[in-house]
């Protein structure tokens, strides 16, 4: 029995459990977002953005390995800002990685009971490649996140802080300004108008300058930080929210331009190294190439010269010893035909 036969059902086994995992992850997510388009879903309801469930095991699988209790800090920013508000998103987060990390541990120590010798410590090495990556992939995925759902508040912000201030200029206070906003941005921004939402109900709880730092801290984008600071300055001091936020959209607005300029004029910059590789390949076999076939015929003709010269020279000093040519044979070793007597000679043949 070869090792195939043990590591190929493990390998099949792995695909189809995370292929299944992910089908049902994005079946959830699905009906998640259709359940908040819908005109029927409650508006103070509490927006949540997925689930990291693995049972009643959690708590024991997320003391499996130790977290130091400044990187559990740094988790619970990361899965806030990745949109993961549940009290138990940090215990599930850990149990998850517990649970990808020492699996393939345990799984390559089995298998190397079972395979072959010179095979263990392949299986052992993979066990450990499998299972870095799975305390790693973990925490990548939480940080992709969070940078995407960073990218999204940044493009709807401005558009929300426009509304915003329509919604001021009405008449609407600001949680009743938050709440209208969020209803529109459902649609083109669904993350944006969670937060809102979240914000919203923590500004009627407590009061704006609160809700709007927690927004701040949960999302970690730099725009959101100056917008609380804008609504917390102008309910303080009482002055007129709609002119601020109005100027705040406009130097929103020109910081985004600002940036897209930037990434435009590095985009020529990075497109030069691919240019340089597509065209500087062709462009020396176009102009190299036939100087380097000239060359290469010229150097075989003036060998094929020198042999023959040489050939001659030799002929010359010994003329009674036949040399087979360095270019071919010699027409001297070859010997001639046989004459045909005259009387063999067909009549009218060109030979008479």
């Given at each position: 029995?070869?090792?195939?036969?043990?590591?190929?059902?493990?390998?099949?086994?792995?695909?189809?459990?995370?292929?299944?995992?992910?089908?049902?992850q994005s079946i959830a997510n699905w009906w998640?977002?259709?359940?908040?388009?819908?005109?029927?879903?409650?508006?103070?309801?509490?927006?949540?953005?997925?689930?990291?469930?693995?049972?009643?095991?959690?708590?024991?699988?997320?003391?499996?390995?130790?977290?130091?209790?400044?990187?559990?800090?740094?988790?619970?920013?990361?899965?806030?800002?990745?949109?993961?508000?549940?009290?138990?998103?940090?215990?599930?987060?850990?149990?998850?990685?517990?649970?990808?990390?020492?699996?393939?541990?345990?799984?390559?120590?089995?298998?190397?009971?079972?395979?072959?010798?010179?095979?263990?410590?392949?299986?052992?090495?993979?066990?450990?490649?499998?299972?870095?990556?799975?305390?790693?992939?973990?925490?990548?995925?939480?940080?992709?996140?969070?940078?995407?759902?960073?990218?999204?508040?940044?493009?709807?912000?401005?558009?929300?802080?426009?509304?915003?201030?329509?919604?001021?200029?009405?008449?609407?206070?600001?949680?009743?300004?938050?709440?209208?906003v969020s209803q529109e941005l459902r649609g083109?921004?669904?993350?944006?108008?969670?937060?809102?939402?979240?914000?919203?109900?923590?500004?009627?709880?407590?009061?704006?300058?609160?809700?709007?730092?927690?927004?701040?801290?949960?999302?970690?984008?730099?725009?959101?930080?100056?917008?609380?600071?804008?609504?917390?300055?102008?309910?303080?001091?009482?002055?007129?929210?709609?002119?601020?936020?109005?100027?705040?959209a406009a130097s929103m607005r020109t910081a985004?331009?600002?940036?897209?300029?930037?990434?435009?004029?590095?985009?020529?910059?990075?497109?030069?190294?691919?240019?340089?590789?597509?065209?500087?390949?062709?462009?020396?076999?176009?102009?190299?190439?036939?100087?380097?076939?000239?060359?290469?015929?010229?150097?075989?003709?003036?060998?094929?010269?020198?042999?023959?010269?040489?050939?001659?020279?030799?002929?010359?000093?010994?003329?009674?010893?036949?040399?087979?040519?360095?270019?071919?044979?010699?027409?001297?070793?070859?010997?001639?035909?046989?004459?045909?007597?005259?009387?063999?000679?067909?009549?009218?043949?060109?030979?008479?």
């Amino acid at each position: 029995m070869t090792v195939w036969s043990w590591i190929m059902p493990l390998v099949v086994f792995c695909l189809a459990a995370g292929i299944t995992f992910a089908l049902v992850q994005s079946i959830a997510n699905w009906w998640a977002k259709r359940r908040r388009r819908s005109p029927h879903h409650s508006e103070a309801a509490t927006p949540s953005s997925g689930e990291l469930t693995l049972g009643p095991v959690a708590e024991a699988l997320a003391r499996g390995l130790p977290t130091p209790e400044a990187t559990r800090s740094e988790l619970q920013r990361d899965l806030w800002a990745a949109g993961y508000y549940q009290a138990h998103a940090l215990t599930h987060y850990l149990a998850l990685r517990t649970a990808l990390t020492l699996l393939p541990i345990v799984g390559a120590l089995i298998l190397a009971l079972l395979v072959q010798p010179e095979w263990i410590a392949r299986v052992l090495v993979g066990g450990v490649i499998l299972a870095a990556l799975g305390f790693s992939l973990p925490r990548a995925f939480v940080v992709l996140r969070g940078r995407m759902r960073a990218r999204a508040i940044e493009r709807g912000l401005p558009h929300a802080v426009d509304m915003l201030t329509l919604c001021l200029t009405a008449g609407m206070n600001v949680p009743q300004a938050l709440y209208r906003v969020s209803q529109e941005l459902r649609g083109p921004y669904p993350v944006l108008a969670d937060e809102f939402l979240l914000a919203a109900q923590q500004a009627e709880l407590r009061n704006l300058s609160f809700a709007m730092q927690q927004f701040a801290d949960r999302t970690q984008v730099a725009e959101v930080q100056n917008l609380a600071v804008v609504l917390g300055q102008a309910e303080r001091l009482g002055t007129d929210i709609a002119g601020g936020l109005l100027e705040y959209a406009a130097s929103m607005r020109t910081a985004l331009r600002q940036q897209a300029d930037g990434v435009a004029n590095r985009a020529s910059f990075w497109m030069l190294f691919p240019s340089v590789l597509c065209l500087f390949i062709p462009a020396v076999i176009i102009l190299v190439g036939p100087a380097v076939l000239e060359l290469r015929e010229f150097r075989a003709f003036s060998v094929r010269e020198d042999l023959r010269r040489m050939h001659e020279a030799f002929q010359q000093a010994n003329p009674q010893t036949p040399v087979p040519s360095p270019l071919g044979p010699s027409i001297s070793a070859v010997p001639p035909p046989p004459a045909l007597p005259a009387s063999e000679i067909p009549e009218g043949s060109p030979f008479q």
